[in-house]
Nanobody, 122 residues
């Protein structure tokens, strides 16, 4: 069993930066593909970014490319999402997800965190 715990959300103004963290615990934590998703009010959940277990392969949604960076520290079993130049449309609940086998936006991730709220004011 894998547990994911997100942190780092908050209320910020447009243009600033914020870093989210997701700590994974349990067996195989360091070998998991990790990802961030988000869900805005009234919208479907959408893929934001993903990173393979090695940390060498990442992918991003077009809406965040060039502004967000996903990274991981396998020694700490933690994945990060550095969000720069935040916009009001980035407002959402951000979820951490993990899977042992697949990766990318189409992967049916097996494990999910509780989510952390990010609100960007204009």
């Amino acid at each position: 069993q894998v547990q994911l715990l997100e942190s780092g959300g908050g209320l910020v103004q447009a243009g600033v930066s914020l870093r989210l963290s997701c700590a994974a615990s349990g067996r195989f934590a360091s070998s998991l593909t990790m990802a961030w998703f988000r869900q805005a009010p009234g919208a479907e959940r959408e893929f934001v970014a993903g990173i393979r277990s090695s940390g060498r392969t990442t992918n991003y949604a077009d809406s965040v490319k060039g502004r967000f960076t996903i990274s991981r520290d396998n020694a700490k079993n933690t994945v990060y999402l550095q969000m720069n130049s935040l916009k009001p449309e980035d407002t959402a609940v951000y979820y951490c997800a993990a899977d042992r086998t697949c990766s990318g936006s189409g992967c049916p991730y097996d494990y999910w965190g509780q989510g952390t709220q990010v609100t960007v004011s204009s």
